[in-house]
């Protein structure tokens, strides 16, 4: 089912307004289609020598864990502005807290000429938190793919602070 509260498409700027990642770390380039269970994102960040991913002169194929995870707070950041036109609540901040199954098949990815194209759909999940498959391409050509759980607000679960003059508990 397509939503047609938010935008069908982004570029590069809507989409650093939606999330966290800014400058050269947002990633993405543009949101080319989604729904209430996917999204599909294109990029050309993978091949530019600034890359903030990059080590050694290189950036590792593991890096596309990045790109799928940036899919999938642009993902949450579009359902929560449909669900906020009804209930007028602030989006839930997410945080990436586990990935399984990752299978990489390349070894990096500043050396692909093709964009990048990133799909990440919910499979499940419920107010707390949310679970996503991805999958990355260089046109037809499989990159990775994996299993990612985000934890939204996780902001509830922090540990109390102690302050500098409380002694910590025995």
Same mark, same amino acid.
């Given at each position: 089912?397509?939503?047609?509260?938010?935008?069908?498409? &982004?570029?590069?700027?809507?989409?650093?307004?939606?999330?966290? *990642?800014?400058? =050269?770390?947002?990633?993405?380039?543009?949101? /080319?289609?989604?729904?209430?269970?996917?999204?599909?994102?294109?990029?050309?960040?993978?091949?530019?020598?600034?890359? $903030? +991913?990059?080590?050694?002169?290189?950036?590792?194929?593991?890096?596309?864990?990045?790109? !799928?995870?940036?899919?999938?707070?642009?993902? #949450?950041? &579009?359902?929560?502005?449909?669900?906020?036109?009804?209930? =007028?609540?602030?989006?839930?901040?997410?945080?990436?807290?586990?990935?399984?199954?990752?299978?990489? *098949?390349?070894?990096?990815?500043?050396? &692909?000429?093709?964009?990048? =194209?990133?799909?990440?759909?919910?499979?499940?999940?419920?107010?707390?938190?949310?679970?996503?498959?991805?999958?990355?391409?260089?046109? $037809?050509?499989?990159? &990775?793919?994996?299993? !990612?759980?985000?934890?939204?607000?996780? *902001? #509830?679960?922090? +540990?109390?602070?102690? /302050?500098?003059?409380?002694? $910590?508990?025995?």
């Amino acid at each position: 089912m397509l939503l047609t509260q938010a935008p069908a498409t &982004l570029q590069h700027a809507d989409i650093a307004r939606r999330i966290p *990642h800014q400058g =050269s770390m947002c990633l993405l380039e543009r949101v /080319s289609a989604w729904d209430t269970r996917h999204i599909r994102c294109e990029a050309n960040s993978h091949r530019d020598s600034a890359n $903030p +991913l990059r080590a050694h002169g290189r950036l590792g194929a593991a890096c596309g864990i990045e790109y !799928a995870a940036q899919a999938m707070a642009v993902h #949450g950041a &579009l359902l929560a502005e449909t669900d906020s036109a009804a209930t =007028s609540q602030r989006p839930a901040m997410g945080y990436l807290v586990s990935v399984r199954g990752v299978t990489l *098949h390349v070894d990096r990815l500043d050396d &692909l000429s093709a964009a990048l =194209s990133i799909h990440a759909e919910r499979s499940g999940g419920d107010s707390g938190t949310v679970l996503y498959s991805f999958t990355l391409h260089a046109g $037809p050509r499989l990159l &990775l793919g994996g299993r !990612a759980a985000v934890i939204l607000d996780a *902001h #509830g679960l922090a +540990l109390p602070q102690r /302050s500098a003059t409380t002694p $910590p508990k025995s």
